[in-house]
C-alpha cells in the first residue's frame, strides 16, 4: 500500500507500521483498509460464530 512502510526485525517479521501522513491523508479507501487489516490481525485468534448462532443472538438482542 503506497504511504505504508513496515520496521522489521532480523528474521524480517513485521514489527511496526510508518504511515506516511500525507500520502495517504487524501485517500480514505487506503485509511479503510489499514483499518481493516489492524482489526483482522486483532481477531485472527477469536473463535468463530456461525451466521445462524450470530442472528439467533442478535435477535435475542433485539437487533434484528
Given at each position: 500500500m503506497k504511504g505504508i512502510s513496515y520496521i522489521t526485525d532480523g528474521h524480517n517479521k513485521k514489527k511496526a507500521v510508518?504511515?506516511?501522513?500525507?500520502?495517504?491523508?487524501n485517500n480514505q479507501?487506503?485509511?479503510?483498509?489499514?483499518?481493516?487489516?489492524?482489526?483482522?490481525?486483532?481477531?485472527k485468534d477469536e473463535p468463530t460464530?456461525?451466521?445462524?448462532?450470530?442472528?439467533?443472538?442478535l435477535h435475542k438482542k433485539g437487533k434484528l
Open positions: 510508518v504511515i506516511d501522513l500525507k500520502t495517504i491523508e479507501d487506503a485509511i479503510e483498509d489499514l483499518l481493516d487489516i489492524i482489526v483482522a490481525e486483532s481477531r460464530v456461525s451466521w445462524d448462532d450470530m442472528k439467533k443472538k
